[in-house]
């Protein structure tokens, strides 16, 4: 309000003290005379007060008009003047306008014209770090791959944007399968800017693919480093690479280097049972009994699964049934209610030909989500019980289309895989491998389903011929005698668990 005020008082003082002087000027006497050759101009005081105001403005125009000229003239020789700065002013415009509309193009899957708007962009802002890559990311949407990879290229001759070539590219040989070049573009890549995330997992990746465990580590290393993994998962991870590098080792027959490294998987992540069995067996290679059966027991409490048991079999190989089953009381302690505890003791139990401890080891399973396992467990201890081949046919005959229970399966892709891999055989995922139940559209037949009625029509007929004694064999089905084989293969390694239990209790002692 202040400022206005004072404003105004000034613009009045301007106006009243342009009237006094005009009324002055017409007050004063004479005038000005100006002579020039042959002509003679006399001009009043106001007059001539006004004819110095047009002289100081025509000077004032000449001039402009003379640093215009001049102005021109440097342009035509290609210096740097105004007017350059205006038409680059305006190139300037008019090609981030082009760009702006590309991206919003590209954001709409619109391809060509993102493509076409690249080109104008290109041709006003010559800046190809910003339309080359849009242009490369155009053609990768309208399917033009030579294209692309001719955008991706051109970034590779600049600094500042060869890794975002190198990426492109990258990117472009995973899609052919080219997982070579993709490997020595990722390490290329990874080098340029080792923080990157998604380089980094398409290296591992890589790497983990091409068995390349000790690359692999430097990689899930710089993870670390970076703060892209979390330290618990790092672990996990690393003793899963320190175990397949074992693996590697192992099968190049070095002993040594792979009982080394399988006890540093073991020491990294105890509960990774692929490196619990390694370490264990190595320590048994090596005559370390009593450390092979710390190091089982200690993944069993963390994790009970069959080949830990498998493994604490092979620590006492000769021992009896029933020294076996004394020597498993101590694996199972830890978890005695756990699935993998009751269906270990249920068949050692049948080895020992305890069949009611083998029923009341197997508690309600067989009723409570059974598998396949569990059902043939139920045949066993039904035919060592002296029961009717009708029964044990019909426990078989369940089994063969019960889910086939907790498998190695792939979290990524639900793959199932025989044995623990540290990449998926599918999807070449690093470290999805789980020991959980399968999905039941992998784990169940339709040709189990149509075999079932076969199995007890089987059953109707051969009950009337004979009565078998109760230890004969009685399974005359290929599945079933594959059940059994399993079964029986499955003993055999809880009984050299068991034989192991004994030395231990000998040394704590």
Known sequence: MLWSLVKIVVFVALVAAATLGASYLLDMQGGVRIAMGGIEVNLTPLKAVIAAIVLIFAVWLFLKLFALVIA?????????????????????????DALSEGMMALASGEGRRAMSKAAKAEKYLHRPEL????????AEMVGDKRKAEQAYKKLLSDDSTRFVGVRGIMKQKLAEGDTDTALALAEKAFAIKPGHEE???TLLKLQAQRSDWKGARATLKAKLRHGNLPRDVHRRRD???????AKGVFAEGASIESREAAIEANKLSPDLIPAAVMAARSYIENGHKRHAARVLKKAWEASPHPDLAGAFAEIEPEESPKDRLKRFQKLVAPAPTHRESRL????????AEDFPEARRSLGNLATENPDARVLTIMAAIERGEGASDAIVKGWLARAVTAPRGPQWTCENCHQIHASWTPVCDNCGAFDTLAWKPAPAADSQSAMGTAMLPLIVGQIEDATPAST????DPVVEDPVIEAEEAEIIAERAEDDAVEAEEKPKEGVKE
Do not use: C, W
């Not at 080359?132 to 155009?138: D, M, S």
């Not at 003793?239 to 590098?245: C, G, I, Q, R, T």
């Not at 078998?468 to 230890?471: I, L, T, W």
């Open 131 to 138: 339309t080359t890559l849009l242009t490369a990311q155009a």
């Open 468 to 471: 078998p004694a109760p230890h």
């Open 344 to 351: 270990l003791m249920a068949e050692l139990n049948i080895a």
């Open 239 to 245: 003793a899963v690479l320190a175990l397949s590098e």
């Open 199 to 201: 380089v980094q997992d």
């Open 72 to 96: 021109l003239l440097r342009f035509i020789n290609g210096d740097e003047t105004a007017l350059s700065r205006y038409f680059d002013r305006n190139r300037e415009r008019k090609g981030f």
